[in-house]
T-cell receptor
Framework: AQKVTQAQTEISVVEKEDVTLDCVYE???????LFWYKQPPSGELVFLIR??????QNEISGRYSWNFQKSTSSFNFTITASQVVDSAVYFC????????????FGAGTRLFVKA | DAGVTQSPTHLIKTRGQQVTLRCSPK?????VSWYQQALGQGPQFIFQ?????ERQRGNFPDRFSGHQFPNYSSELNVNALLLGDSALYLC???WGTGDNQPQHFGDGTRLSIL
């Protein structure tokens, strides 16, 4: 079965703090894709990053970085020097061929960044 | 370059009625997926359309049906509405088979059932 777990329901930080959002996934496939999306209050999900199962290189994009570890089935997301505009719900998602490549989303982590 | 557009933005219906939601994909995209997002939860996959056919379907009853038109736009139909159908309905588009492609989402239609 495919599953994505985001154990942190809500996180509250003060501006300029670093924050890490956790994501743990389950799949028996060897080929799969992991995604992070951001959902601001407007409702539209915004794509942040895609990672395939064969690429374990960490990635940095500005203040965002992602740590993919197959050994622990985790794909964690870190925001460095958080800003108020980072306040949103963040979703981790998984697609794999066993699931017919249906996208499975985690329950999301709501991030509050206070000024 | 227009993104994914959905209509209407909000909708109020009563139990037993039926509803049709509409989606226009991002320019250049040919695959459309629909999701149901209940309050405080992640999006749940309903189904995906490609080349005017339903490619994949999630765990939703037959009351949920859809259609894709030659111009790639899509409709989601829900019959015999239940209170539990109250949710934000999201449309997402992508290019090609969409299997590993990032999806572009619309702002959603918020459906309330009274």
């Amino acid at each position: 079965a495919q599953k994505v777990t985001q154990a942190q329901t809500e996180i509250s930080v003060v501006e300029k703090e670093d924050v890490t959002l956790d994501c743990v996934y389950e799949t028996r496939d060897t080929t799969y894709y992991l995604f992070w999306y951001k959902q601001p209050p407007s409702g539209e999900l915004v794509f942040l990053i895609r990672r395939n199962s064969f690429d374990e290189q960490n990635e940095i994009s500005g203040r965002y970085s992602w740590n993919f570890q197959k050994s622990t089935s985790s794909f964690n997301f870190t925001i460095t020097a958080s800003q108020v505009v980072d306040s949103a719900v963040y979703f981790c998602a998984l697609t794999s061929n066993t699931g017919g490549f249906k996208t499975i989303f985690g329950a999301g982590t709501r991030l509050f960044v206070k000024a | 370059d227009a993104g994914v557009t959905q209509s209407p933005t909000h909708l109020i219906k009563t139990r037993g009625q039926q509803v049709t939601l509409r989606c226009s994909p991002k320019s250049g995209h040919d695959t459309v997926s629909w999701y149901q997002q209940a309050l405080g939860q992640g999006p749940q996959f309903i189904f995906q359309y490609y080349e005017e056919e339903e490619r994949q379907r999630g765990n939703f009853p037959d009351r949920f049906s859809g259609h894709q038109f030659p111009n790639y736009s899509s409709e989601l139909n829900v019959n015999a509405l239940l209170l539990g159908d109250s949710a934000l309905y999201l449309c997402a588009s992508s290019w090609g088979t969409g299997d590993n492609q990032p999806q572009h989402f619309g702002d959603g239609t918020r459906l309330s059932i009274l």
